[in-house]
C-alpha cells in the first residue's frame, strides 16, 4: 500500500494550497480517508476525514470553514483544499486511509503517506 501526498509548499498567510494523496495498492473507494497536521515538537493532530462515498466529512474546529476535504474514487486520490490559511498552520499535513472511515485519531488509521510540508509565512 502506498499514499503519496503532495502540494504541500510555501504561501503567504491568506493564502490557498490544495494537497492531494494518491493511494495504490488498496482498495480505495473500501476506505474512509484522513488528513492530519504535525508541528514541530508537537503531537500529530486531527484535520478532516471524508468517509469512503465522500457522503460524510468531519473537521477539526480549528480548519472549519477553511479547510475542505474531497475525494475521486475513480482516480484513488484524497484531496485537502486549504484556504485562508494561517501561520498556525504550517505542519507536515499527511494523508492516511481508515477502513472503519471519518476516524479523527491516528490510532483508527491503517496506512500513512509520507507527509508534505506546508509553511505559511506572514
Same mark, same amino acid.
Given at each position: 500500500v502506498q499514499l503519496q501526498a503532495s502540494g504541500g509548499g510555501l /504561501?503567504? =498567510?491568506g493564502g490557498s494550497l490544495r494537497l492531494s494523496c494518491a =493511494? $495504490?495498492?488498496l482498495t480505495f473507494s473500501?476506505?474512509?480517508?484522513?488528513?492530519?497536521l504535525q508541528a514541530p515538537g508537537k503531537e500529530r493532530e486531527f484535520v478532516a476525514a471524508i468517509s469512503w462515498s465522500g457522503g460524510s466529512t468531519y473537521y477539526a474546529d480549528s480548519v472549519k470553514g477553511r479547510f475542505t476535504i $474531497?475525494? &475521486?474514487n475513480a482516480k484513488n486520490t484524497v484531496y485537502l483544499q486549504m484556504n485562508s490559511l494561517k501561520? &498556525? &498552520?504550517t505542519a /507536515?499535513?499527511?494523508c492516511a486511509a481508515d477502513p472503519l472511515g471519518l476516524g479523527r485519531v491516528p490510532e483508527r488509521y491503517n496506512y500513512w503517506g509520507q507527509g508534505t510540508l506546508v509553511t505559511v509565512s506572514s
Open positions: /504561501v503567504q =498567510a =493511494a $495504490s495498492g473500501s476506505y474512509g480517508m484522513g488528513w492530519f $474531497s475525494r &475521486d501561520l &498556525d &498552520d /507536515v499535513y499527511y
